[in-house]
């Protein structure tokens, strides 16, 4: 399913600021994310990725190189690409929808210093259902009210730089998009609060679908009071997404040390 970048992958012979103490905890920080997502069942083969602009730079990010699982990330593995398809560190070349999905959301998104696609089943079965994917039953969801966007248009893989600019444009000021028949895409302004999302989303959406699977109608939450718990939520997300982040690198630093080599 995974579809190898054919377009030039030669970039510039020497970049300056692509080992600073700064990319190192980058590089750390998101090769954790890899790992633990993969632990928690949330990765997809050799398919789906993540990517997480270079600290200081609007031009390059880091992205995990093609034919390799989540669980075999570290961090001295991870690419860092130009928005033009060059490989300008690191050996290999990303996913080709990898580079056409998040150059383009980047590019298009200033804000989104974070991208994580993928397939995570729960998240993934909500978006192969017709109509409003969260239905604002569960506390957890809460934390999504107001951040979502639905891209109704499936249109196949993104293989070229005009679908990775139409699913730039279906996710709009939205954190999350639910690509109906395919998948989640979750930004965020950082990494931390991109993996706190992606955790989160999962997890909400595995309690509805089992909440629906008992073939009881759902108790929605009030409008009132989904309101004032999102804004509640949304208040402490920064601090909770940061500890959340150090939290997973402390356990991995235990049982899965070599994320950092």
């Not at 998948?183 to 999962?202: F, I, K, N, P, T």
């Not at 004032?228 to 630093?253: P, Y």
């Amino acid at each position: 399913m995974a579809h190898e970048l054919q377009i030039e992958t030669q970039g510039p012979a020497t970049i300056e600021g692509l080992d600073t103490p700064a990319v190192r905890e980058a590089r750390r920080d998101l090769a954790a994310c890899f790992r633990m997502a993969a632990r928690l069942g949330l990765s997809e083969g050799i398919c789906n990725h993540f990517s997480l602009m270079l600290p200081g730079r609007d031009d390059l990010f880091l992205v995990n190189p093609y034919g390799y699982g989540f669980s075999e990330i570290t961090a001295s593995m991870l690419l860092v690409c130009d928005m033009h398809g060059h490989v300008v560190a690191g050996d290999g070349k990303p996913e080709a929808t990898a580079f056409f999905i998040h150059a383009r959301v980047h590019m298009h998104h200033p804000r989104a210093r974070a991208a994580f696609h993928t397939h995570m089943p729960n998240a993934t079965a909500l978006a192969m259902l017709e109509g409003e994917p969260l239905a604002w039953a569960g506390q957890t969801a809460l934390k999504f009210h107001g951040r979502t966007a639905v891209d109704e248009d499936y249109q196949g893989l993104a293989l070229d730089t005009g679908e990775g600019d139409r699913l730039a444009a279906a996710m709009g000021e939205a954190d999350i998009l639910f690509m109906k028949n395919h998948g989640v895409l979750v930004v965020g302004e950082s990494l931390a609060a991109c993996w706190d999302d992606l955790y989160y989303l999962e997890r909400a959406a595995e309690v509805q679908l089992k909440a629906m699977s008992a073939g009881r109608a759902l108790q929605r939450i009030p409008a009132d009071i989904l309101l004032k718990t999102a804004a509640q939520m949304r208040g402490g997300d920064a601090e909770s997404a940061n500890a959340h982040l150090q939290s997973i690198k402390r356990v991995l630093s235990r049982i899965e040390p070599d994320f950092a080599d």
